[in-house]
Each structure stands twice: as C-alpha cells, then as structure tokens.
C-alpha cells in the first residue's frame, strides 16, 4: 500500500475518533470535577448535560435520552446504587460509574445494580474520554452488525437492536447484560469459563472474576422461570457458563 494512503486512512481513522457525537449525562456533585469532565467530553465532538444529585438527574431524563450516563456513587440524597437501581428498571442506557469507593463490595455492587464501566477516582480526564468513546464504539459496532438473531425457547435474542424480546415483550437488560448473553450465545452449546467471558465482555485479562457470576445470576432473574434450577443458562461444573443450543 502506498505510504500516502496509509497516512491518510490512519488521519481519517484518528479524526473519527476525536469527531464522535453523542448525548452523555454527567451525574456528579463536585462542580470543579463535572465541569472538568464536560471539558473533556465536549473537546471530543458530545453533547453533555450535568446533574449534581440522582434527583435532578431523573428530572433531566424525562426529556433528554443520553447515550451514555456518568455515575458518582457517592451524591447528596438518593446516592449512586438507588439510582441506578431505579434506572435499570425501564432503561438500559450504558452507565459508567465514576467513584472513589473501590473496594471489591463496591465493585460487585455497581455491576450487580447494572453498570456497564466502573473507573475510580482519581483518574486522567483523558483516559475517561478514551474509556467513553470505547464504550460506545462497542455498542455503537454491535448495533450496525448485519441482521442476525439467536432464539432459545420463547426469547430472541436481537443482535440488531441489541435486545431481548419475550414474544412481543422486551425484556429490559443493561448493556453489559446483553454482552454477556451475547457472547453466550455466540458459543451456545459449549461452556465458556468466567476467565472467558470476563476478558472477552469486560476486555479485560485482570479483575474480579466474581463480577460474572453476578451478571449470570441477573440474566437468570430475568430469564428462568427458577434462577435456582436454570434451563436456559446452565452451569457446567468446574468449566463454567453454557446457553442451551437451540432445540
């Protein structure tokens, strides 16, 4: 390939990157740091509005869908995990959570709730930028894959619209619910250990592999008529994780 092609593909490539749109929610009461954050993120081509409690946030979501919500945990009033409690409840927009609170029980509690992303404080405006375009170039990828769909007993799994549907119902899962299943899906029939799912979901070789096992126990509540005695998402002994095939 000539070498003026390959600068111009790498430009347009870099250019994409640093031009993405898209509305993100800033949910955080320290004014100095929303206002650091909305820097960044609007430098990189996003529409952003901020919010400094889970109140006023609820408010701003009745007539505002953001692509993208950027969760501090720790807020005045209903705090970060009521939120997004609530929030997982209807919706299933992506949900960073951005927190100084880092222990391995905050950590299994914020993607237990739903959260798709957990990044502590302190941390680089930079790296969250890259962390958010990251995001959402992942789901933005999966929502422009060709048509396909996987079907297991009475649900569909919708690659296209990134969904689950119960008939004509839709079965209300967070992003991170969805990779999971997905990626299940895509190895029906074969066990697949949390290692697996944890470095191909999370894109991840590190962390704490627990962080499966509660994503897998959320897909049940959602999907088995007994989470205590699955059919569709069965545990293989000393393997891990196996969607039933098809039939």
Known sequence: MPLVN???????????????????????????????????????GFDIKTAETAEAALVILETWQPDLIILDLNLPGMDGFEFLHTYRRTE???VMIVSARNSDEDLIAGFGHGA??????????????ARVRALLQ?????QEAPTRSFQFGPFVL???????????????????????????????????GPEQIYGEVWKNAYGDLTTVAVYIQRLR????????????IETVH????????PG
């Open 138 to 142: 992942r789901i933005r990828h999966t």
């Open 92 to 94: 299933n927009t992506p």
């Open 158 to 192: 919708d690659y296209n619209a990134c969904l689950l549907k119960k008939g004509d119902d839709k079965v209300q899962l967070s992003a991170k619910e969805y990779e999971v299943l997905a990626y299940l899906a895509e190895h029906a029939g074969r066990p697949s």
């Open 6 to 44: 390959l600068q111009e593909k790498r430009r347009s490539y870099y250019t994409h990157l640093t031009t993405m749109k898209g509305n993100v929610l800033i949910i955080e009461d320290v004014t100095e740091l929303a206002e650091l954050i909305s820097l960044y993120l609007t430098r990189e």
């Open 238 to 245: 000393g393997m891990g994780y196996r969607l039933c095939a």
């Open 116 to 129: 798709d992303e957990f990044v502590t404080k302190p941390f680089s405006p930079r790296v969250l930028a």
């Open 221 to 232: 509540k959602k999907i088995e008529d007994d989470p205590g005695e699955p059919q569709y």
